[in-house]
């Protein structure tokens, strides 16, 4: 079974402060993470997949298959990144199917 | 985007009335989802689809069936809507070797 975690309901950061954002991952194979963002009642939008290494608004994330962690990571916090981040994984081999953790609701005190 | 459209966006309904939301893709990709997003439990996987007429439940499936007769529509139905199925409906299709496009979302109310 494939399982996500976001340890973090809520964190709050001070705008210009570093922020990371936990993520943790169960997964039997080789996987395919993703972080996902959503900003106020709008669609989630992809933010960064591990598999192609780049940096997207500032953010990155880097896959650690020892601790299982996909972190997601920025050096300088902005007031325009508080929204709602879903770390999620996706098997690929039969059914294809895309899992979320929990989210973490991201605010940026200015 | 890759042209995923959900409809209604809005919908009010009585508990016990049966409820249909639609997923439309103008892309012709095989693999659609349907998740429900709730405080506190993140995205959770409905039911998916890996082509016309195949489809699989996942993790909160009971008191939902899906259909899909075309590769465009992936129709989910809430048999008999109960208040604990109040929530955002967001369809996905896998669009690539790695990437996934959400709708917009359906918020649906039951009371």
């Known amino acids: 079974a494939q399982r996500v975690t976001q340890p973090e309901k809520l964190l709050s950061v001070f705008k210009g402060a570093p922020v990371e954002l936990k993520c943790n991952y169960s997964?039997?194979?080789?996987?395919?993470l993703f972080w996902y963002v959503q900003y106020s009642r709008q669609r989630l939008q992809l933010l960064l997949r591990?598999?192609s290494r780049e940096s997207i608004k500032g953010f990155t994330a880097d896959l650690n298959k020892g601790e299982t962690s996909f972190h997601l990571k920025k050096p300088f916090a902005q007031e325009e990144d508080s929204a709602m981040y879903y770390c999620a994984l996706s098997s690929n081999f039969g059914n294809e199917k895309l899992t979320f953790g929990t989210g973490t609701r991201l605010t940026i005190i200015p | 985007d890759a042209g995923i459209t959900q409809s209604p966006r809005h919908k009010v309904t009585e508990t016990g009335t049966p409820v249909t939301l639609r997923c439309h893709q103008t892309e012709n990709h095989r693999y659609m989802y349907w998740y429900r997003q709730d405080p506190g439990h993140g995205l959770r996987l409905i039911h998916y689809?890996?082509?016309?007429?195949?489809?699989d439940k996942g993790e909160v499936s009971d008191g939902y069936s899906v259909s899909r007769s075309k590769t465009e529509d992936f129709l989910l139905t809430l048999e008999s809507a109960t208040s604990s199925q109040t929530s955002v409906y967001f369809c996905?299709?896998?669009?690539?070797?790695?990437?996934?496009?959400f709708g917009s979302g359906t918020r649906l109310t039951v009371v």
């Open positions: 689809s890996y082509g016309v007429k195949d489809t």
């Open positions: 591990h598999i």
């Open positions: 996905a299709i896998k669009t690539g070797s790695y990437g996934y496009t």
């Open positions: 997964y039997s194979g080789s996987p395919e």
